[in-house]
């Protein structure tokens, strides 16, 4: 049996969650991919609240830093400030080359911070690369929902 992982992605743009999925499935492993297109829905979903109530904890969660209402540094506290979502690592994959977005987003407890190439060939590697690091390099908690 394959073992399949769970991602969370935190992307406002259709086109870049549409291309990251795209991506995934096209890649070596099982992945079950969820899409929030806002702050308040990965909160939401992270939490366990409303629609989300019977959401898996996601091994992953890719996250964009610009976001519609709550953005990725709200969305990362509220996750690295909860003891029981804190352990999931949090990837932030984000256009912004900023040294104050870097800086504070480690500073909030973020795992790695990744720049989104702006083509495709190298989004896509981007992609598999951080797929294959969580998901082959990294011994990832794997608490009881």
């Keep these: 049996m394959t073992e399949s992982f769970r991602i969370l992605l935190v992307e406002d ?12 499935q096209s890649g070596p492993r099982a992945i079950e991919l969820t899409v929030a297109a806002t702050g308040t829905e990965a909160v ?27 953005d990725g540094r709200g969305v990362l506290t509220e996750i690295k400030h909860h003891p029981e979502l804190r352990r999931v690592p949090v990837s932030i994959l984000t256009s912004s080359l900023s040294e104050k977005d870097v ?32 998901f082959s390099i990294v011994k990832l908690p794997r608490g009881e929902e």
């Design 44 to 70: 939401d979903y992270m939490h366990k609240r409303g629609r989300f109530a019977s959401a898996p904890t996601p091994d992953l969660v890719l996250l964009d830093l610009n976001l519609p209402g709550i």
């Design 13 to 24: 743009n259709p086109a870049d969650a549409d291309l990251t999925r795209e991506i995934l």
């Design 103 to 134: 800086a504070q987003s480690y500073d909030l407890g973020a795992n790695c911070y990744v720049v989104k190439p702006l083509d495709f060939k190298g989004f896509q590697a981007i992609v598999w690369e951080l797929e294959n690091f969580w």
